[in-house]
């Protein structure tokens, strides 16, 4: 329980440094890769976002589907037409190994409820699945918090974060 | 968040009454009318009660074999991605029906879909409010909420909902879905929101049939709301009273 407690401390503490800078080579600990995002600044400060953001979709998402307020601040549509490239992050662009912002990080933590199984993942134009949620995948196993743990230890034969098949 | 309001019947009767004296379309020319092209909301502004979207299908426009709204809303909606299941489980947000009367012997075909009832049975029976109507009549399945139990699909008298069977890919960023969910019609509430009609009616009118036509119903200058008025129209099992949003003219 310790070990837990204080490998999670040591994620959040990573999380919240700039990624990229702990996670070159030598970083002890491998972190999830952030691909670059359009614009300067995100619907609020990074810190806030990456505490609350599941808050703030919550909530805009409840309203947009009761009240069909459609405003772009807070809605998930929004979050993919900011930090995932319509023309494929995964395929088109050469970036394949950036990964996709939201699931890179979800992957990293662990978190198996995320938007994907229902939502597109990219903006209109090509939306389509990130492989990692596309049913092949769905079969695969995701990471259990022993697999997580793994991970956060150093299983390091993925620099990217994501499970790519 | 949830909470389902309910028009008023009897103000709606009123509201009815009051079409007979507000100002009609502009009439160009005998027989030809130009309607206000209806206004879309802002995107911070809730949904009014004002409104009540509906749809008059003229079945004697529609043809047997047609088949460019069922086309149009499967592409909207990027339905049809199913890998595993039977026909008979696939998602179907709008179907072609043809009817023949047995005895007369005649023949009609028209488009059915989720007839967005004013007091939907769907919503009645839903365990967990996932189904709900909105204040402008049009009736949706809240998939955070939904668990899949498909009593909504028992209780809709127009076979309008599907469940998902599997899990789905390449969904379309304005329609999400997804394995475990109940689905149906959403009248394209997307394009509604921003003012455009929903995709079957945009290609029936591409077709040049023009079968199908969009609009909010308590505005009495709507081509809907006239065309209501003049005409007969009916609902589909108008016995149950259920008032429903999609009304057919001809059958
Ligand atoms: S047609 Fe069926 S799904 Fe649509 S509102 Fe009526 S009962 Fe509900
Ligand atoms: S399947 Fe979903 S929407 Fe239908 S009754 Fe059950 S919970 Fe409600």
Avoid at chain 2, 85 to 97: A, F, L, M, P, W
Avoid at chain 2, 223 to 230: F, N, P
């Amino acid at each position: 329980m310790k070990r837990l407690l204080q490998l999670l401390s040591m994620a959040v503490l990573a999380l919240t440094l700039s990624a990229p800078a702990l996670a070159g080579e030598g970083g002890r600990t491998p972190l999830p890769t952030i691909p670059a995002a359009k614009g300067d600044q995100c619907v609020e400060d990074t810190a806030d976002m990456r505490r609350n953001h599941m808050k703030y979709l919550k909530h805009h998402r409840d309203e947009t589907m009761h009240q069909g307020i459609r405003t772009e601040k807070y809605s998930l549509k929004q979050c993919l037409e900011c930090h995932v490239p319509a023309e494929g992050s995964m395929a088109a662009g050469g970036k394949e190994s950036e990964g996709h912002f939201c699931v890179n990080c979800h992957v990293y933590a662990g978190v198996t409820l995320d938007c994907f199984e229902c939502h597109a993942t990219k903006p209109e134009t090509t939306a389509q699945f990130h492989p990692l949620v596309s049913p092949a995948a769905m079969k695969a196993e995701r990471p259990d918090s022993n697999g997580l743990l793994n991970r956060l230890v150093g299983v390091t034969e993925n620099k990217t974060g994501v499970a790519h098949e | 968040m949830s909470e389902h309001k309910q028009p008023d019947l009897a103000r709606r009767e009123l509201l009815g009454r009051g079409a007979a004296i507000a100002a009609a379309g502009v009439t160009l020319a005998p027989g030809v009318m130009l309607y206000g092209v209806a206004q879309a909301k802002p995107a911070d502004e809730p949904v009014s009660s004002k409104v009540r979207w509906g749809m008059l299908v003229d079945t004697t426009k529609c043809s047997s074999g047609c088949n460019a709204c069922v086309e149009a809303c499967d592409k909207e909606h990027g339905l049809g991605n199913e890998q595993h299941s039977r026909d008979g489980q696939r998602t179907q947000y709008i179907r072609k029906v043809e009817l023949r009367h047995k005895f007369t012997g005649a023949t009609h075909s028209l488009p059915v879909m989720c007839q967005h009832c004013e007091t939907p049975p769907c919503v009645d029976v839903c365990p967990t409010g996932a189904s709900f109507k909105r204040a402008d009549g049009i009736v949706l399945v809240d998939r955070h909420i939904c668990i899949g139990c498909r009593y909504c699909m028992m209780a809709c008298p127009y076979k309008a909902r599907s469940f998902v069977h599997e899990a789905l890919t390449d969904q379309r960023p304005h329609t999400p879905r997804g394995k475990g969910c109940v689905e149906s019609c959403t009248l394209c509430v997307h394009r509604v929101d921003e003012g455009r009609e929903p995709a079957c009616v945009e290609a029936c009118a591409a077709d040049g049939s023009r079968a199908i036509i969009f609009g909010d119903l308590n505005d009495p200058n709507s081509e809907i709301a006239q065309r209501v008025k003049t005409y007969a129209s009916s609902e589909i099992r108008a016995d149950l009273g259920l008032n429903t949003g999609v009304r057919y003219q001809g059958i």
